[in-house]
């Protein structure tokens, strides 16, 4: 493998810079420096970086992916490198930036099998930095694509996917209730929004019983009204649609429209169904994760009904996902948490399959 201490600096010094989705100003700069530093040429994709390496052959290109932002979280660790901005790397993209880095400057020193195309992806937190990549050209000519996720469930050394679905895709509404302003004492004058909105979000629950253990409905938030003594004239419920087949996905906001319907039918209001974002399950191919596995011994996992953006990338071209193992006795806080944080040795097996990807045995 490569430089071990290179790879530790980078993940320290990134984790002292997060910054939000497309904001990554610093991060991309600090990317870009690293990689002159090397000789890499490369091209900015908004507040992303896509590097690509030539290898023996020109037949084929293989893209490693990382996501380069962080999150609106106030660390909370006693490390020595936290981060004091306001922002935190606490879902492991320093460390997924920092595997890339390293591999980087392998690719400096040894020329790969095949082209190699490095993506420091932007805005994975916010809302769909991968699709906007794509847009920007990002796989444009690559064959194949493969990504690591830091796991806190998995032990150090261990690695872990599936073939197929192993990301939930997601739905994100809103439904907003218009009513009719009245003082409480003649609610008969009025249309109450609020007892809509709380009507609808405790008759939908149960829309996806018939597929609960392949889907997930949720509603969040639910806000409204102006004051005590006033019958609403409107109200608002957040909510989110998670899934594995697209089928059940129409099948219940199918669902979820008629109950609306019904819901401002017995409350005399008006409903507006606004979808704010849409994200699609992450499958993996199974050609990919076989490939994979001759390089390493990467255990079998269940799906979640978590979220990924690397999911807009395997809908254009085949590739995978794969957990990284991050626990050991000092680190098993979750992802997204304040606390947060991993010994870098787990690092050094998301690099050494990467390189085994594209150097070969």
């Not at 002159?36 to 690509?52: E, N, P, Q, W, Y």
């Not at 320093?94 to 095949?114: F, I, W, Y």
């Not at 249309?191 to 009507?199: E, M, N």
Request: proline content about 3%; hydrophobic content about 35%.
């Amino acid at each position: 493998m490569g430089d071990t201490d290179y790879l530790i600096s980078m993940r320290r010094a990134l984790h002292r810079m997060p910054e939000s989705s497309e904001k990554e100003f610093q991060t991309s700069d600090f990317i870009a420096a690293e990689l002159s530093a090397m000789g890499h040429k490369f091209k900015r994709l908004g507040t992303g970086i896509v590097c690509d390496v030539k290898g023996a052959s020109s037949e084929r290109t293989i893209a490693l992916r990382c996501d380069i932002d962080g999150l609106p979280v106030i660390e909370k660790t006693d490390c020595d490198f936290k981060s004091e901005n306001g922002y935190m790397h606490a879902c492991g993209h320093d460390g997924h930036t920092a595997m890339l880095l390293a591999v980087a400057k392998e690719l400096s020193n040894r020329k790969p099998q095949c082209g190699v195309r490095l993506i420091f992806q932007f805005g994975e937190e916010g809302e769909g930095g991968a699709d906007k990549m794509i847009g920007m050209g990002a796989i444009d000519g690559v064959d194949e694509i493969f990504a690591f996720h830091m796991c806190p469930e998995l032990e150090i050394g261990k690695t872990a996917s599936c073939s197929g679905a192993m990301f939930a895709g997601t739905v994100e509404f809103d439904v907003e209730f218009t009513g009719k302003s009245c003082h409480c004492a003649d609610v008969k004058q009025g249309a109450d929004a609020l007892k809509a909105a709380v009507c609808f979000a405790h008759n939908a629950q149960d829309c996806n019983a018939d597929c609960a253990n392949n889907t997930v409905f949720h509603i969040g938030k639910l806000e409204g009204g102006s004051a005590r003594n006033i019958v609403a004239d409107s109200a608002a419920v957040y909510c989110t649609l998670r899934y594995f087949d697209s089928a059940d996905t129409d099948k219940l906001m199918m669902r979820i429209e008629s109950r609306l319907v019904q819901t401002d039918n017995l409350f005399g209001t008006e409903h507006r169904l606004t979808v704010r974002a849409v994200y699609p399950p992450l499958v993996n191919n199974p050609a990919s994760l076989s490939k994979a596995r001759s390089v390493a011994e990467i255990e079998e996992c269940e799906p979640r009904f978590t979220a990924e953006d690397f999911a807009f990338y395997l809908g254009k071209i085949p590739g995978c996902m794969i957990w990284l193992g991050c626990k050991d006795r000092k680190h098993n806080s979750p992802l997204h948490s304040d606390t947060f944080g991993f010994d870098e040795r787990a690092l050094e097996t998301g690099v050494r399959i990467y390189e085994k990807l594209i150097f070969g045995n």
